[in-house]
């Protein structure tokens, strides 16, 4: 009975109620993983799970018994950070810095669903695969919400990155 | 040593231009930048401290009342349940911005609906939560006025001159229009949160806080404490807008219940909590009238506005702040009056009085542009006042019409009387709008240490925050230009009250107000090392880590020998800013489509053009203005508190129902600094640009839905419901169905 955290496994949680963004920011200590609604709506505690991202105040923990969970801490750190990472700081794709781990995790999962083929309300043509266009990157950010208003240079950052990658 | 500037007269010298280092202004990016996209910087609520219980708060679903009892026994024999905390001490509301003394108390004593009233402390967050939601409590209730409407109303501010009703009757052109805005909610992602500890009588609250020195002084007068026992640390700060000026009840709540326990408690608010109990933007009822000769010269300028607040709070949503200077017109009445009803506080949400007071303003404008038959922006800039009008007092810089002219080419503005409905791209009508953006000058007062240490680099000290401004950036890079440092040889601590009071993060005072502190305490230091080497402060140069002068060269180091050299600067606001109108400008472009069939409008791209003095980091500023720019989307287009006519409770109190612009939201967005020097501003010559890229925009977007399909919508925000029927009512006869 655990959750794998970045590698790590933690046993689940005795108290049936914590979620897993409780879980992630108390008993793991990796506060990287905020908490901006609870309810799923901000999507600052944007983790992946399995590798699809998911908002972790929406899941309790002891639901993800033998999960691999990926939080910002894991993408990577301050002495080895990931490309997408220092593409926001690159861009300044962030202000006040509490919704960026989620941006950042999102991100990193949303290139990955739009190389799958996954379509978005932004998709055009749903038999073709989905570009990677500036409408594609909104929508699929638009779970994301960033106060400081930052999103003009969140997309620039998300376009430095898939454009290397491309 | 300090050195001490009152600045009484303005500061011509421009000595950041000259000191050759060359980063002041430079796009360098933050420095904590790292940290944050890695999740290692740390906010209130994310310390690990052994042994912290967790706290949360209970509020009551009254308008108005009193609680009668609390039974601390209908939850203390829950799981984990620890106490519960009801102290008289607690507070019902936020404190203000810069009040620094206690907000209302007590807590129980009831004044909006879901005013927080107790505390449950347990061990872990989820118990405490399940307790909070089963504490047995007995209020009484009675009738509160909740309509601005209803009630009899207070005047608050007023200027008349001339006579306005004259003036209207006599124009040969003429606006008279009333345009409302719905409240507004900061809503920064960060939740209000405090983790407080108390030790042999000394207290330290780690919080989401924006102006320390001022919440220090408000935490300490809640508690029955000297400013000396409490300490207060905000190095990081998840957003504040205005919502995280004053200590708000979560701080005060922690505090009690860690000295009732003597353990560490953390408390957060959970976001529904953060709209209930925390300040709120006043809804808005305004009356622009514009009186105007046939060449469309402004003959009178009227302007009235409505808001609210609860009863006891000083606090009046100054919507007539830039109205007073922004357009001439030598007849003028404005007047601003405050209704007292029991909705949650109303206090400062980013750019109080503009964000909601220019934008109005701007509509009439473009309503009068279109009578006059005129392009809108010529009809601006044939208004733009030689002095204030009502004061006289020129102006210390002002970019307005730079800022219109070179706005307008940028984005490709067609000069032209308006006339709708113009362009139809398949459902979508296309069309553009113009607004000009004015934000009020402050100061307050500032101090900041620096230090040289032994090995030539700088620590820069203030309790000053960032919260997302970019001060962690911008005062390393004053403090490197004065000591001709690169930014990496400067570390800049923030966010402690330890640390020497700066100005605080509110209304934009931080960047003049404390790089002007760090200036000053630069200065000191520039002067004790030209002592040193016997030349004067203006014969020394200092680049790249080394001391020059006429025939000498020496590295940092050498110079300091071995022993750290200290200087703290303390800027206080002087008569500069009283002699003289201070405030920066802006102009703002909007290109919108609005579907024909259904109302909905979609900023396609903007345009603002800013001038605000000194521009310190040209990346952080662009960013604070690209900010700006996106809640003047949300502004005109999505967001607005709104409240039960029957008993007053806000209904969309979550990010689901208050809609704050989506990444989808935010078309291109494209930023224009218009670099000035403004020697009254401070002594760095810069002004404030946290809030300016907000006010006025809305109006840029509500006068393009007008340009696109001939709806003046006179509510904000412009809701397809609300532009359907404006559409409608608009309708050539030809085009009904």
Redesign the interface.
């Known amino acids: 009975m655990a959750i794998s955290i970045n590698g790590q496994d933690y046993a689940l949680p005795q108290?049936p109620?914590?979620s897993l963004l409780?879980f992630i920011?108390?008993e793991a200590?990796?506060?990287?993983?905020?908490?901006?609604?609870?309810?799923g709506?901000?999507g600052?505690c944007t983790v992946l799970v399995n590798g699809i991202r998911i908002n972790s105040c929406l899941s309790l923990a002891v639901t993800n018994d033998g999960d691999e969970v990926t939080?910002?801490?894991g993408l990577?750190?301050?002495a080895a950070?990931s490309e997408m990472?220092?593409a926001?700081?690159?861009h300044?794709g962030?202000?006040?810095?509490?919704?960026?781990?989620g941006q950042?995790c999102s991100a990193t999962a949303m290139l990955q669903e739009i190389a799958a083929g996954w379509p978005s309300d932004?998709t055009a043509d749903l038999g073709a695969a989905p570009a990677l266009t500036?409408?594609e990157?909104?929508?699929r950010?638009?779970?994301?919400?960033?106060?400081?208003?930052?999103?003009?240079?969140?997309?620039a950052a998300i376009r430095d990155v898939a454009g290397e990658n491309a | 040593m300090t050195v001490h500037l009152k600045q009484d007269a303005p500061d011509n010298r421009d000595v950041l231009d000259g000191t050759g280092q060359g980063v002041i202004g430079a796009p360098l990016?933050?420095p904590?930048?790292?940290?944050?996209?890695?999740?290692?910087?740390?906010?209130a609520?994310?310390y690990?401290v052994e042994g912290c219980l967790e706290g949360v708060l209970v509020t009551v679903p009254v308008t108005r009342g009193e609680v009668l009892s609390i039974d601390e026994h209908s939850v203390l024999t829950m799981p984990g349940v620890v106490a519960v905390i009801s102290d008289e001490r607690m507070t019902g509301r936020p404190a203000q911005g810069m009040a620094g003394e206690a907000p209302f108390q007590p807590a129980q004593e009831v004044c909006y609906w879901g005013q927080p009233v107790a505390l449950v402390v347990a061990d872990?967050?989820?118990?405490a939560r399940?307790a909070a939601k089963h504490l047995a409590m007995e209020w009484r209730s009675e009738d509160a006025p909740i309509d601005p409407a209803s009630v009899e109303t207070e005047e608050d501010e007023s200027t008349l001159q001339g006579d306005l009703a004259h003036a209207m009757a006599e124009a040969a052109h003429s606006v008279d229009v009333v345009i409302t805005t719905e409240g507004h909610a900061?809503?920064?992602?960060?939740?209000h949160a405090a983790l407080a500890q108390w030790n042999d009588g000394a207290l330290t609250v780690h919080a989401s806080l924006q102006m320390l020195k001022f919440n220090r002084a408000e935490l300490a007068d809640s508690l029955g404490l000297e400013e000396e026992q409490v300490r207060l640390l905000s190095p990081?700060?998840?957003?504040?807008?205005g919502s995280k000026l004053g200590v708000s009840q979560e701080v005060v709540a922690a505090s009690l219940a860690a000295m009732k326990l003597g353990r560490p408690v953390r408390v957060?608010m959970?976001?529904q909590q953060v709209f209930q109990t925390v300040e709120r933007r006043s809804e808005t009822h305004q009356r622009i009238r514009l009186a105007a000769d046939a060449e469309g010269k402004l003959t009178g300028f009227g302007h009235e506005a409505l808001v609210s607040n609860l009863p006891g709070e000083t606090f009046a949503e100054p919507v007539l702040q830039s109205s007073q200077f922004l357009y001439a017109g030598e007849n003028r009445l404005l007047k601003l009056d405050l209704a007292r009803i029991h909705r949650m506080t109303a206090g400062s949400v980013r750019a109080p009085g503009e964000a909601v007071g220019v934008q109005t303003v701007e509509q009439a404008m473009d309503m009068l542009a279109e009578k006059v038959g005129m392009d809108p922006i010529e009809l601006r800039l044939r208004n733009i006042p030689e002095v204030h009008p009502a004061k006289g007092t020129p102006f210390s810089s002002r970019k307005l019409a730079e800022c219109l002219r070179e706005g307008a080419a940028a984005f490709g503005w067609e000069p032209r009387p308006r006339a709708p409905r113009h362009t139809r791209e398949g459902e979508w009508w296309i069309g553009t709008g113009v607004a000009s953006g004015a934000r009020v000058h402050f100061v307050e007062e500032a101090k900041a240490r620096v230090t040289l240490r032994p090995d030539g680099t700088a620590l820069v000290e203030t309790d000053m925050t960032d919260?997302?401004?970019?001060t962690y950036a911008i005062l390393g890079q004053v403090a490197g230009e004065m000591l001709g440092l690169v930014p990496d040889d400067i570390e800049v601590r923030l966010g402690d009250t330890d640390l020497p009071p700066g100005s605080g993060s509110g209304g934009s005072v931080g960047a003049a107000s404390c790089g002007s502190a760090v200036f000053l305490a630069c200065q000191g230091l520039r002067e004790q090392l030209a002592k040193r080497l016997n030349v004067g402060a203006d014969e020394l140069a200092l680049k790249d880590g080394f001391a020059r002068w006429d025939g000498g060269e020496k590295a940092l180091p050498e110079l300091l020998g071995g022993e750290p050299l200290e200087c703290t600067g303390h800027f206080e606001p002087g008569a500069s800013t009283e002699d003289l109108t201070v405030s920066s400008f802006g102009a703002f472009f909007a290109e919108v489509a609005v579907n024909r069939w259904t109302g909905e409008t979609r900023v396609r791209r903007m345009t603002g053009a800013f001038g605000f003095g000194r521009v310190l980091n040209a990346?952080?500023a662009?960013?604070?203005c690209?900010?700006?720019?996106?809640?003047c989307i949300g502004n005109a287009l999505t967001e607005s508190l709104l409240f039960d006519p029957v008993d007053g409770h806000l209904a969309n109190c979550?990010?689901?129902e208050y809609h704050?612009?989506?990444?989808?939201?935010?078309p291109?967005?494209e930023v224009l600094l218009l670099e000035e020097r403004d020697a009254a501003a401070s002594p760095i010559q810069a002004k404030g640009v946290g809030e300016l890229g907000l006010c006025g925009g809305a109006g840029a977007i509500a006068n393009a839905i007008y340009d696109a399909c001939g709806a003046r919508v006179f509510a904000y925000p412009m809701t397809p419901d609300r532009v359907m029927a404006a559409m409608e009512s608009s309708r050539p006869p030809s085009e009904s169905t």
């Open positions: 108290d109620r914590t409780d920011r108390g200590r990796l506060p990287g993983t905020k908490k901006g609604c609870d309810h709506q901000c600052a939080t910002i801490e990577g750190t301050l950070p990472q220092l926001f700081v690159a300044d962030f202000q006040c810095g509490y919704c960026t781990p950042i932004a500036d409408d990157i909104r929508e950010m638009s779970g994301n919400l960033c106060r400081c208003g930052a999103y003009a240079n969140i997309v | 990016p933050r904590e930048g790292l940290m944050k996209v890695t999740g290692t910087a740390t906010y609520a994310e690990a872990t967050f989820e118990q399940d900061s809503a920064a992602m960060e939740p990081y700060v998840g957003g504040g807008f957060v959970s976001r919260i997302g401004t970019g990346r952080t662009r960013s604070q690209l900010g700006g720019l996106t809640w979550d990010l689901a704050v612009p989506v990444n989808r939201d935010v291109d967005l």
